[in-house]
């Protein structure tokens, strides 16, 4: 009698065992299926561009789960990117190239990402003679250049700067001018004893000053505040809608 008993002890217990099996894998748990189905695929308006354009780059999302759990984490080699979520706008650097834009999206269980390549060329686009020095022992120290503007092409003209300090201890103050109309007025750029060079790159619009083709007069001003030797280095100087020459005024 006691040995039917224990029989039936480990009978009951394996039919638990078994339901509690069976539950574990229940293929109908939403929530096995959410963790799962998350597929990203990424896709361009324009898969080649020129410095200084946009294209807007698009992610179809495919998920089981409640969208609104999702986290889009957006990166590139190169360029900027503007904007969050599914849908971003690409902004082309100044420099030709092949760049790989990259979408991450989780839901904190499951990770998919995608990438596209988006290719920059020249376009339309007049580039100064890169890596020119702002030289002199005074604490006003200018970089001119002579531009020749055959023909524009936008109505958003853009000048792209691309400084370096490179020797600076202390910041300075830049300002730009065309025909002697300010486009940037004492901007504050650089670090106080930096651990390594610092990069400032920017852009500004230029329309309302350059309207037509022609000659302009451009001047870029530091005023520093300690006076060294080859201490900030203009990398590259891009205006961006035109087609034409730049060439420094010595």
């Not at 040995?3 to 109908?28: E, G, M, N, P, T």
Request: glycine share 6%.
């Amino acid at each position: 009698m006691k040995k039917k008993y224990i029989l039936l002890q480990i009978q009951l217990l394996c039919v638990l065992i078994l339901i509690c099996f069976i539950s574990a894998c229940d293929i109908s748990d939403p929530l096995s299926l959410d963790s799962e189905m998350l597929s990203v695929d990424l896709a361009s308006d324009a898969n080649t561009i020129s410095i200084g354009d946009t294209t807007t780059i698009s992610a179809t999302i495919t998920y089981s789960g409640n969208s609104g759990d999702l986290e889009y984490k957006w990166s590139t080699t190169g360029g900027r990117i503007s904007g969050e979520g599914s849908s971003v706008v690409f902004i082309a650097p100044e420099t030709e190239g092949s760049y790989t834009i990259t979408l991450e999206v989780t839901d904190r269980t499951v990770t998919e990402r995608d990438d596209i390549r988006i290719n920059v060329n020249i376009g339309n686009a007049i580039v100064a003679t890169p890596n020119r020095y702002w030289q002199g022992n005074t604490f006003i120290q200018t970089l001119s250049y002579r531009i020749n503007v055959r023909e524009l092409f936008h109505n958003n003209i853009r000048l792209r700067y691309d400084i370096l300090q490179d020797t600076a201890r202390t910041g300075a103050f830049l300002s730009i001018s065309i025909n002697n109309t300010t486009v940037v007025r004492n901007r504050a750029i650089g670090e106080v004893q930096p651990l390594e060079m610092v990069p400032i790159a920017d852009e500004v619009d230029v329309s309302s000053v350059i309207r037509e083709p022609g000659n302009y007069d451009l001047t870029l001003t530091l005023e520093v505040v300690n006076v060294m030797e080859d201490a900030w280095l203009l990398r590259k100087l891009t205006l961006i809608g035109a087609a034409g020459t730049i060439t420094e005024a010595r």
